[in-house]
Nanobody
Framework: QVQLVESGGGLVQPGGSLRLSCAAS????????KGWFRQAPGKEREFVAA????????NYGDSVKGRFTISRDNAKNTVDLQMNSLKPEDTAVYYC??????????????????WGQGTQVTVSS
């Protein structure tokens, strides 16, 4: 059974940092593009970041550029999201995803075949 499991979410004050991690099991995702999306209550799912198979190419949503960094470790089958300078508007459930269809990176959620169950990130004082 293929699983993507996120971890690292929690409560953090504005201006703080969190590091999310997504571990894959049941399949080797070396040949998959990986991404992070988020969804806040009452809002549509939003693209956060994506990383190519080799890790050589990355793409970020406008709202997180310069603050978030995506990385992957193919040996460990993991993808991480380092989040700095967090703002209350970053509060959401964060999901990792994997795609075999995307050539390099993509912000289009429907192209991702596998999804984790999500981890809550709350930015509040």
């Amino acid at each position: 059974q293929v699983q993507l499991v996120e971890s690292g979410g929690g409560l953090v004050q504005p201006g703080g940092s969190l590091r999310l991690s997504c571990a894959a099991s049941g399949r080797t995702f070396i040949n998959y593009v990986k991404g992070w999306f988020r969804q806040a209550p009452g809002k549509e799912r939003e693209f956060v970041a994506a990383i190519s198979r080799s890790g050589g190419a990355t793409n970020y949503g406008d709202s997180v550029k310069g603050r978030f960094t995506i990385s992957r470790d193919n040996a460990k089958n993991t993808v991480d999201l380092q989040m700095n300078s967090l703002k209350p508007e970053d509060t959401a459930v964060y999901y990792c995803a994997a795609s075999s269809k995307i050539l390099l990176t993509s912000s289009t959620s429907r192209l991702y075949e596998y999804w984790g169950q999500g981890t809550q990130v709350t930015v509040s004082s």
